[in-house]
């Protein structure tokens, strides 16, 4: 899954054109061919404009065939025998390799009520989920009709495919795929950014234990150097912010009391919406604190 | 260990307030048989006052047999051989009657050190403490020589002995051996105080699994009816304080993201001062909260 | 105007108790007339609903008369006329009696625009009001009819007669006439309340000069030692708060830019519940700070 | 006085380098006479370095009459026979050209006490500085002694130079000359930027009227399109900047009280660092706000 350019995927042979982007939708190059046809492209926009129209115009007999295309969630035997390059990226990113015997049978337990209900399988973007919002999609589409979960699937099989194309393709513009998560520590102790507190990512779950996202330093902004989240989706989910600022504060030897009033000051909140920036700072004295969602 | 009025003990036999007051200061009636002389007693503060003098005026050998006279903390054969009563609710009231593994052998271990060092048992007020600060509490006496742990010794069952008296004897005035912890749940999107948040407080632990203190619910006022902690000592300890406000907004039908922003904020924070008052109030809108040490 | 007892009230002849509320209501003692029959009242709230009683069944041009019965607001024909005390002394609380010459011809110009339209004087229980609400208030009255207006001056004088009848009368109960402006500083900084922090409150006016209504200074706890206002109707209106911060900091060797950052800090706020307690409270550093409507 | 780049300067004959540049230090063209041979520049900032070192250099009697060549602050027979362009702009950025009587005497009586003591003028670089802090900063520098105020007018006649070239020069370097004041709006109540709210800042005055110094109306990410002083120093002295976030509720149709508790939010702070990023947010909810100094 070596990137190509877009100038390479204009350029190249319509076999070769369809062989980069046999997998963008899971097993189906169909739609990489037709839209070989709409060539040059003038942006990976463009492209993946014309293969959406594609599955768009499909008859309902081949959208299930994609849809069936797909494998199940965090399925062992689908896994033990071989998904495509992508689908294996996509559930690693999710933990979907390394579940707990609880979170396994959850998502079994899924699967098989699911294409019980449906005759096809449940697909979601896991990219841009948590196991914790997959397990919660999971339960608000169970109760829909057919029709509904068909178009529903359809959706989030062009979602995986956007972040596919994303990935694949270097174009002068991008796809707006991506999300940001970003913080930033102001001590309103001495009116200055904080610097050199850690902060630490946690992923909250209510089936497993949570699953530590990144660690990082604030530098001399009182930012991190990299964002929390950045480059894809941020997952829809809850998470735990934590701020060590009881060690902050006692370099700095500010008076407190022992022990420290406050030490490890966490932050729990959700993300709703994986392509948005969400920053959420911390305003913090020795003895007070304040967040907000902010952008 | 009923309780007796001032005025009880005021007029009764020697020997009565003898009996009655023989183990305020562990197996050492002989304290307050020096007391008993100084009655009548104005207030619970005048004879405690007379009982601390007793002790303070104690040659070097009574004050040694009056600290190993105490218990180790968390010994199973002194307990299964049977504690005084005072000394059996302290205990418990730190949950030492109901410890993991771990934190038993944390104890045994800090018991043996400190005896093996001493000559003597570690003694400390548990109710002034939760169990994690007793082990910090501990390692910090640790180093001492011996002049000083028998005068912090002597500070500890004094501490011990004010708690017991003020338990025992009813009377117009009181010991000022009890703190508060309180909160107070202000809801600034609409400019109330929020009634109806479910809290939960909850003592942590490095040692072993964490405690609920005590759960409630806001009143009409954004507060609750009782203090978290109040009548007793707020023990020394890090805390959780959890406020569940994501169903109390969505109650009120405010618009909030899906899943809402923040659901259940938690407030880590630490008691230093077990007889002060310690407020911890939250100032939340769905997309934001403050907090800070009040009083 | 020397207060009474209720139990004085209860006790004396018809003509004393006629003539001790004979102004409760604006020359109109034929309501404390009517209301002696009811007598012994159990208190004070009990007294004032015989009275309210009395003009709720009164003919309509009875009721009309006992509206013609109050002064213009601000009249200075009528004020060198002689006021009654009472409405004298409510007229001066609004600073009536002190008028610059614009508002003097503001009040002069509702007065009559208002005399002119319903044939009766504009009244307001001008207690519950600065001059700036009072202006409001007529601007939004003026367009009424003369129905909607006969209603809204009998509930004026109502308001009018509870506060005169509290002034007036001692006893167990109290009418719920007075409000509760208050304040409270807390320096985050240091972590505990902010003594010594000289505040003042003035009232905003859109016409003239504002004026001062309470200067104070924070005591131990970072409270005033009396509500800001109390004892009385917390007047509709706009107010700053201005608190001297950075001589505050300054005293205690805080570390501050020069000029600081913060020196006087104004809260700029509204009073719509004249009978409400309003909570103003500043959380403050020397870089950082925040209020809220608290209670 | 057009702009030059630095590519003229560094081509064009000595005459015309000289001439360029003759009032960079007021009346005193031997400055730029001596830098000129260090052409040709790098950057603006080696000019300002070569011009610098020729002032640093120069023999004490020479250093003196260039403190002398400078004018008096608001000296109105100064002005009337006429100031160097560039002090004529620099002095009416100050407002130097509009004072009131009781401005114009104090500064009179500042520049007569400073020179009867020091037989020089008293030099301030005027656009690093509003009229109060003017005043201020004469009141600490006069009990100085003649030789601390020589080295403080020299170090003020280099901040003016360096105002003056990064006005005349164009260079691909910026002198360090620059600040910026900032502010951003976050709807806390909504978890959004806050968009349309106007905003005014003022610059606070101890002596006669304040003056607005801009207007503004907060954009689609709650900032203000241009920064509130930018592009220049940011005046030391004291502001208030004013949020009108009342009928921003109001438009937004958010349930508020009536007169509403808040309408207009001001914040007053002081400007210590002219070069710094000064940075002033509101996050604010119809019943509670914050503010602090960011960056």
């Not at 097993?27 to 926009?45: H, L, T």
């Not at 707990?100 to 449906?118: G, I, L, P, T």
């Amino acid at each position: 899954m070596s990137q190509k350019t877009l100038a390479d995927l204009n350029a190249c042979s319509k076999d070769d054109f369809v062989g980069a982007l046999a997998n963008i939708f899971e097993y189906s190059p169909w739609i990489a061919e037709q839209a070989a046809s709409a060539r040059p492209f003038a942006g990976v926009n463009q492209l993946f404009g014309a293969m959406k129209a594609a599955v768009d115009r499909a008859a309902p007999d081949l959208r299930l065939a994609l849809i069936k295309a797909h494998p199940d969630l965090a399925n062992k035997t689908q896994r033990a025998a071989g998904l495509t390059a992508e689908s294996d990226f996509e559930q690693n990113s999710l933990g979907l390799d390394r579940l707990s015997d609880a979170e396994y049978e959850a998502f079994e337990r899924v699967n098989n009520a699911y294409r019980a209900k449906f005759g096809f399988p449940y697909i979601v973007s896991v990219r841009r989920h948590t196991k914790d919002s997959v397990l919660r999609d999971f339960e608000r589409r169970l109760p829909n009709d057919v029709k509904t979960e068909t178009q529903k699937s359809i959706e989030e099989i062009c979602r995986i495919a956007a972040l596919r194309l994303d990935l694949l393709v270097a174009s002068d513009d991008r796809l707006q795929v991506h999300g940001r998560l970003s913080t930033h520590v102001l001590d309103t102790h001495s009116g200055k950014p904080a610097a050199g507190i850690a902060v630490e990512l946690v992923e909250l779950s209510n089936l497993g234990v949570s699953r530590v996202v990144t660690r990082a330093v604030t530098n001399a902004d009182g930012r991190t150097d990299q964002p929390l989240i950045g480059g894809r989706p941020v997952p829809i989910g809850r998470y735990e912010l934590t701020f060590s600022v009881g060690s902050y504060f006692a370099q700095r030897q500010v008076p407190m009391s022992d022990p420290p009033f406050l030490d490890q000051i966490p932050l729990r909140f959700s993300v709703s919406e994986p392509e948005g920036h969400l920053h959420v700072p911390l305003l913090v004295t020795p003895w007070s604190y304040a967040t907000y969602r902010g952008s």
